[in-house]
């Protein structure tokens, strides 16, 4: 609700900005804010992460033991008129259905990538911020979630790398109560057949 209300008043805020120039003035508020607005060449780099996938995971919940391993799918596409990537994702996990959604933007006021995550597994949102390498096939991002058994903070990272347009693996890593990183998942990625 909170985010509604900040989307209304800043749209109210951009129809009351004094329009003194034309909408191509770089001195014009209201030109600027169009511009800041717009997707740009950052939200490009997440098109290879658009469309209808299969996956296989390994998940490691004790790092001395060999990894669980299922299967499920993934389905992304564009949503705000190229702005964010929304996912929808079902698989088995531990023998339970599993389902997730997540949203991932770039901000162009923040110059970052921006990710929430939801699923089944649990009740809170998982916000992470992140940046992709120079050749745009690399995004890393950076999480704090909370353990729900120690109910605790915990600081994770998620790596996507793009292999080619019909394939990405992610990633993710956890802090250990030992301060020492461990990965604890890693989901490979195949584009299904059209």
Known sequence: MQRILVGIGLALAVALLPCSGRADDKNNPLAEMEKATQP?????????????????????????????ESKGTAARKWIMDGRYVCEDVEG??????????GITGFDKVQGKYLGSWVDNFGTGISQSSGTADKAGKVLTFQREDYDPITKQKIKGRDVIRILDADKHVMEMFKVGPDGKEMKVMELVFTRKAK
Do not use: R, Y
Not at 47 to 66: A, I, M, Q, R
Not at 92 to 101: E, I, P, Q, S, T
């Open 92 to 101: 088995d996990v531990f023998g339970k259905a599993f389902k997730g959604l």
């Open 40 to 68: 740009g060449a950052e939200h490009k780099i997440l098109e290879p992460l658009v469309g209808n996938w299969t996956f296989t995971s390994k998940f490691w919940p004790d790092p001395s033991k060999p990894p669980m």
